[in-house]
Nanobody, 122 residues
Framework: QVRLVESGGDLVQAGGSLRLSCAAS????????LGWIRQAPGKQRELVAHIIARGSTYFADSVKGRFTISRDNAKNTVYLQMNSLKPEDTAVYYC????????????????WGQGTRVTVSS
């Protein structure tokens, strides 16, 4: 059993910053990739960023240069630092885990948190 718990979502003005956290617990040795996936109203879920055990990262084109992802292995926590936020970043952000290495598809993520809402006002 894997448990992922997100925090940090909030209402922020465009141009602002937020840091999301995801605390992982349970059988996390199964997880090779931890990602942040978002779902905006009326849209499909989108992989925003991921990080693998060795530290390699991936970012969607829409967030490159604005978002960073990091992990604290001692705390089993992954962070998503979001800068220069735009209204189009408004979404529920999910922390998700995959047994695949460098999973790029949403369907490859088997473990999900409950989500944290980010709202960016213009």
């Amino acid at each position: 059993q894997v448990r992922l718990v997100e925090s940090g979502g909030d209402l922020v003005q465009a141009g602002g910053s937020l840091r999301l956290s995801c605390a992982a617990s349970g059988s996390i040795f199964n997880i090779n990739t931890l990602g942040w996936i978002r779902q905006a109203p009326g849209k499909q879920r989108e992989l925003v960023a991921h990080i693998i055990a060795r530290g390699s990262t991936y970012f969607a084109d829409s967030v490159k240069g604005r978002f960073t992802i990091s992990r604290d292995n001692a705390k089993n926590t992954v962070y998503l630092q979001m800068n220069s936020l735009k209204p189009e970043d408004t979404a529920v952000y999910y922390c998700a885990g995959s047994r695949e290495i460098s999973a790029r598809k949403v369907v490859d993520y088997e473990y999900w948190g409950q989500g944290t809402r980010v709202t960016v006002s213009s």
